[in-house]
C-alpha cells in the first residue's frame, strides 16, 4: 500500500480513538512520569481543534492537541502520529513550527501580562524500526566550535517525547485495555504482523474494557482497519467473532463481507460470505435449540460457535430439532 494511503487509513483509526478522553488519558498515563500524574486533574482534560490553526497543521490530519490543568496550570499535549516508516531527521524543526503555531493561539495573553502554556510534543513512532534520527534541535543547527560558549545562548532548542512501539509486547503499549488495541493494531499493521492471534488479542482487549460503552465508540472503526490490513482466512474471522465478541454484537460485526466489498477485495468479499454462511449456520443451531428449550447455556453457545465445519452444523441443526432435552444434544457435539 503507498505510504499516503496508509496515512489516510492511520487518520481513521488513530485520531478517532486518541480522540476520546478515556484513550487519551489511558495513554497519558501510560507514557508520562509519575511526579506529572500525581498533579494532573484529569476532569479537565479536553481535546482541542488544531485544524484552524493554519494550513501547515491542517495537512496532517492525525494529529491532536490535548489540553489539561497540572497543578492548577494548563498544560498543552501536541500528539503527533509519524505514518513515515525512516525517522524523519528533521523532526525537531517541524516540533517547533507545530508549537510556534501553538502559541499563537495565546499571543493575547503574552500581550496581557500572562504567559504561554507549556506544550509538551509526543511523537509516536510505530516502527517497524527504532527512532533512529536527531531528537533535539540543538543537534542540527552548526556552530562555530570557538565560539560554542557565546551562541549557546542564541540557539534554539527544542525536543520531543518519544514513544517508539517497535518491540514492545501488547501488553506494554498501554496500561489501558482501550488504547493498548489502538497502539497495538498500529503496532501489527507497521510490522507486519497482523495474523490471526494478534488480531484475536486485539479485538479481545477492546470488549474486555470496562466502559463499554467508550470501547463500542471506536470497536467498529478498529474492526474494519484491522480486516483490512490483515489476511484473515474466513474462518478464522468467523472464530474471532464467536471467541471474543458479545453475542448482542455479533451480528453487526459479523458483515465481513460488506466491509471487505467496499475494499474492492475479491478473494474478501469470497471469504466474507463463506464466513457469514457459517454464523448463519451456527446461529440456526442455537436457535432451534432456544425454541425448543427456551434459554442456551453460554458454554454451549461458545461450543457451537468454534464448529466451522458446514456438513457437521447441519446434522447439529437436524439434531437440535429432534433431541428430546439440551443433555442428548451434548452428546451429539
Not at 159 to 180: I, N, Q, T
Request: proline share 5%.
Amino acid at each position: 500500500m503507498p505510504e499516503e494511503e496508509i496515512s489516510h487509513s492511520h487518520d481513521r483509526i488513530f485520531r478517532h480513538a486518541m480522540s476520546l478522553p478515556l484513550v487519551a488519558r489511558q495513554f497519558l498515563e501510560t507514557w508520562m512520569p509519575k511526579e506529572f500524574l500525581t498533579l494532573v486533574e484529569w476532569d479537565t482534560l479536553r481535546v482541542e481543534k488544531i485544524s484552524g490553526i493554519s494550513e501547515a497543521l491542517a495537512e496532517r490530519r492525525e494529529d491532536l492537541l490535548y489540553r489539561v490543568e497540572v497543578a492548577g496550570r494548563p498544560v498543552c499535549f501536541y500528539i503527533l502520529f509519524e505514518h513515515q516508516s525512516r525517522p524523519v531527521r528533521i523532526m525537531p524543526l517541524r516540533v517547533l513550527e507545530y508549537i510556534g503555531l501553538i502559541w499563537q493561539k495565546h499571543r493575547g495573553e503574552i500581550e496581557s501580562g500572562g504567559n504561554l502554556p507549556l506544550v509538551v510534543p509526543v511523537v509516536i513512532h510505530p516502527g517497524p524500526g527504532n527512532w533512529s534520527a536527531v531528537r533535539r534541535l540543538r543537534d542540527l543547527v552548526e556552530v562555530p566550535a570557538d565560539i560554542s560558549d557565546w551562541a549557546a545562548g542564541f540557539v534554539p532548542d527544542c525536543g520531543f517525547l518519544l514513544v517508539e512501539l517497535a518491540g514492545l509486547p501488547l501488553e506494554k503499549l498501554a496500561d489501558g485495555r482501550l488504547a493498548r488495541a489502538v497502539f497495538g493494531a498500529l503496532q501489527s499493521e507497521r510490522t507486519g504482523g497482523m495474523k490471526f492471534e494478534e488480531v484475536q488479542r486485539i479485538v479481545g482487549e477492546i470488549f474486555a474494557e470496562p466502559q463499554r460503552a467508550e470501547a463500542l465508540k471506536i470497536a467498529n472503526h478498529l474492526w474494519r482497519y484491522l480486516l483490512h490490513h490483515s489476511e484473515l482466512q474466513g474462518r478464522e474471522v468467523c472464530e474471532i467473532v464467536n471467541s471474543t465478541i458479545p453475542t448482542e454484537q455479533k451480528e453487526a460485526f459479523m458483515s465481513t463481507a460488506d466491509i471487505l466489498r467496499q475494499e474492492g477485495r475479491q478473494e474478501g468479499r469470497q471469504e466474507g460470505q463463506h464466513a457469514g454462511q457459517l454464523l448463519a449456520r451456527q446461529q440456526a443451531v442455537v436457535e432451534a435449540l432456544e425454541i425448543r428449550f427456551d434459554r442456551v447455556p453460554d458454554g454451549l453457545r461458545e461450543e457451537i460457535g468454534h464448529i466451522i465445519d458446514p456438513t457437521r452444523l447441519h446434522a447439529l441443526h437436524r439434531e437440535a430439532i429432534r433431541c428430546s432435552d439440551l443433555e442428548s444434544f451434548v452428546k451429539a457435539l
